[in-house]
């Protein structure tokens, strides 16, 4: 028989490192029924018969956030079970047992969760996390004493030893709970306000308070010293002009690494599309097919992975970030500047994420407690510059500026990509100030929030963040960009006039996109961009990527996914238009609607169309408004 567990815990905690370590990464995610928030389940690595499910974080039941009201309903409400029996009044909750993560070196704060979830005696194994950590400061727990007082279950280890995973497992295995007193049958949300009650009154909260002060003076032996590192680096990276300092410089060093450490792993991957076409070319005649399969497929598919080593880079950086702790002092030294924006320094971390992708930015921002925050954030989100437009933008940056100009030791490509980045940050505050004053008319609240240790990045999660962001990018390129390619090499392949003798050849001038392009031509017209630069303009919008190939298909450039084929295209563009109608599109490039995915995921997020439709109209606007700027003034 098959049992399974939930996997809880406070924000910062370990419990996806954990989560990881115990189903060794083989897991699926899907959506909670109604929200868009995730949750991954997984089979235990030794004991497949062991199903473990890791719930979002939160630091209490009485939590605002989606993500703990969530966790919390999951606990008490979780229906799912066929011990349950329906013709009685109480039911058991559709789990074996909670395994609730804390951290080691914060008990004195995350003993309140686990108090307030045994007094509702609920089935949970203690996991002490990070022990590694509080050792190294000292800290000495009396497990003994703990083990008296919890009576189901502690395990004491760390995430990253292999030892330390094999015994939690054991534990999770062997667990068997003392007691469980089953909890009254919930029909409806008053049901459940009830079991809550006690837990939210006053004197509740101030006898939890106590009795987890209490409890961590009895099992403490020995108290953890100050962690003197974070605190001397704090002084600095949470200082209001040197945090803000280090902040612009990290940033400036990002963006330069993601010309030139990506370079020559560019050159590798267009070598290796630009051989595989020609070697369909040497051992086929020229054909239908043939040009489908090298025109079509390699070079649609191939313009785009070709940048798969930038994107990778930026993924990168932003994991390392995150998993040493940084990312927080971001939303922290962010605070005061965001708040006369109307958002809480929070909105930091969803609008970084949103440089990745705008559909995890944009479910990211759940955790945020007030609502216009949270609705905000995400209205604000789409002109986060995505990882999408990294292939659009370093074409046209290289068919800008050359690549050896340098402003002291900083490239003025990097600068320029620099530069796009923040105009996008920039821009969304100002539509933030405005919307919190003019649709929401609200303020945001001061910030409150733990700021978690700093730490030594596990390459472990670094492997597994770009595995899985890759894989999904690869997919992407696989699928939606890989169609859209055919689609495209289709409409300006087509119609084909026969010639004098008997042969076909392509004519991109009458083609089915040449058409199309022409009919928008004049909308667009204003801005500089001829039928060419139109008829690529429509296939964006279901995904950025896939510009570059369609520019190249437009010119008819076979080869774009090698870096001849590549300068022979940034070549065209700079020999057709002027600086203008190429400074045009980069900064239509900036605020364009993002593709239809994101919208989609909008409407998710905030269970109407209107949000998305006004999305769609503004950022619309913007980019035509700033391309006609640059085309009129440049």
């Known amino acids: 028989m098959k049992k399974k567990f939930f996997l809880i815990g406070p924000p910062n905690s370990g419990k996806t490192a954990l989560f990881n370590a115990l189903t060794g990464m083989h897991f699926k995610s899907t959506n909670y029924p109604g929200v868009t928030v995730e949750q991954r389940t997984g089979k235990l690595k030794n004991y497949p018969d062991m199903e473990l499910t890791d719930l979002p974080g939160l630091y209490s039941l009485n939590g605002q956030g989606i993500d703990e009201i969530i966790t919390r309903d999951h606990i008490l409400q979780n229906q799912q079970s066929k011990w349950i029996n329906k013709n009685s009044d109480i039911s058991t909750t559709g789990y074996d047992g909670i395994i609730l993560i804390l951290d080691s070196t914060r008990l004195n704060k995350s003993l309140y969760l686990a108090l307030e979830l045994k007094s509702l005696n609920l089935p949970?194994?203690?996991?002490?996390?990070?022990?590694?950590?509080?050792?190294?400061?000292?800290?000495?727990?009396?497990?003994?004493?703990?083990?008296?007082?919890?009576?189901?279950?502690?395990?004491?280890?760390?995430?990253?030893?292999?030892?330390?995973?094999?015994?939690?497992e054991q534990r999770i295995q062997e667990f068997n709970p003392k007691r469980i007193t089953p909890l009254p049958f919930i029909k409806n949300q008053q049901d459940l306000e009830k079991i809550l009650l006690p837990l939210n009154n006053a004197d509740s909260i101030a006898e939890f308070f106590l009795n987890s002060d209490k409890m961590v003076n009895a099992i403490l032996l020995k108290k953890?010293?100050?962690?003197?590192?974070?605190?001397?680096?704090?002084?600095?990276?949470?200082?209001p002009i040197w945090g803000s300092c280090v902040l612009v410089v990290l940033l400036a060093i990002i963006f330069e690494t993601l010309f030139k450490l990506s370079a020559p792993l560019q050159d590798g991957i267009s070598s290796s599309f630009d051989?595989?076409?020609?070697?369909?070319?040497?051992?086929?005649?020229?054909?239908?097919?043939?040009?489908?399969?090298?025109?079509?497929?390699?070079?649609?598919?191939?313009?785009?992975?070709?940048?798969?080593?930038?994107?990778?880079?930026?993924?990168?950086?932003?994991?390392?970030?995150?998993?040493?702790?940084?990312?927080?002092?971001?939303?922290?030294?962010?605070?005061?500047?965001?708040?006369r924006f109307g958002l809480p320094g929070t909105a930091v971390i969803p609008l970084l994420s949103g440089h990745a992708c705008a559909i995890p930015a944009m479910m990211s921002a759940r955790s945020m407690?007030?609502?216009?925050?949270?609705?905000?954030?995400?209205?604000?989100?789409?002109?986060?510059?995505?990882?999408?437009?990294?292939?659009?933008?370093?074409?046209?940056?290289?068919?800008?500026?050359?690549?050896?100009?340098?402003?002291?030791?900083?490239?003025?490509?990097?600068?320029?990509m620099l530069g796009l980045y923040l105009l996008g940050l920039i821009t969304a505050l100002i539509t933030a100030l405005l919307l919190k004053r003019v649709a929401f008319k609200s303020s945001a609240r001061n910030l409150l929030m733990e700021l978690p240790s700093y730490r030594t990045p596990r390459l472990k999660n670094l492997w597994v963040g770009l595995k899985?962001?890759?894989?999904?990018?690869?997919?992407?390129a696989g699928t939606i960009i890989f169609s859209l390619s055919l689609v495209l090499w289709f409409l300006s392949y087509y119609p084909r006039p026969a010639l004098e003798n008997g042969s076909a050849a392509a004519s991109t001038e009458n083609s089915y996109a040449s058409k199309m392009g022409k009919s928008l031509a004049p909308l667009f017209a204003p801005l500089g961009f001829d039928w060419k630069m139109t008829a690529a303009l429509i296939p964006s919008f279901a995904a950025r990527e896939v510009m570059v190939s369609a520019l190249a298909t437009t010119f008819a450039i076979d080869d774009v996914e090698s870096e001849t084929g590549l300068t022979g295209l940034q070549t065209k563009i700079r020999e057709t238009y002027p600086l203008s109608t190429i400074w045009a599109l980069l900064l239509w490039f900036v605020f364009a609607p993002q593709c239809i995915?994101?919208?989609?995921?909008?409407?998710?997020?905030?269970?109407?169309?209107?949000?998305?439709?006004?999305?769609?109209a503004y950022t619309g606007g913007l980019a035509y408004l700033s391309a006609w700027m640059a085309k009129s003034f440049f």
């Open 124 to 168: 949970i194994l203690l996991a002490l996390n990070m022990h590694d950590v509080a050792t190294s400061r000292g800290q000495l727990v009396d497990l003994t004493r703990l083990a008296e007082f919890w009576k189901d279950g502690i395990w004491q280890g760390c995430a990253f030893r292999d030892d330390d995973i094999r015994e939690l």
């Open 224 to 239: 953890i010293s100050p962690d003197n590192i974070s605190q001397r680096l704090d002084s600095i990276l949470t200082h």
């Open 275 to 339: 051989w595989l076409s020609a070697l369909l070319k040497s051992h086929y005649p020229p054909s239908d097919f043939i040009n489908f399969l090298t025109e079509g497929v390699i070079a649609g598919v191939g313009s785009v992975v070709v940048f798969l080593p930038q994107i990778v880079l930026l993924f990168g950086m932003i994991i390392l970030l995150e998993d040493s702790g940084y990312l927080s002092r971001v939303a922290f030294l962010c605070d005061s500047l965001f708040k």
């Open 369 to 416: 407690n007030q609502h216009s925050d949270r609705l905000t954030t995400i209205l604000i989100t789409p002109l986060m510059v995505c990882s999408a437009r990294i292939p659009v933008f370093s074409l046209l940056i290289a068919t800008l500026i050359p690549r050896d100009l340098y402003w002291g030791p900083l490239s003025y490509q990097g600068l320029t």
């Open 468 to 476: 899985n962001r890759s894989s999904a990018f690869l997919k992407k």
């Open 597 to 616: 995915s994101t919208f989609a995921v909008m409407r998710r997020e905030t269970n109407s169309w209107k949000w998305p439709i006004i999305v769609i």
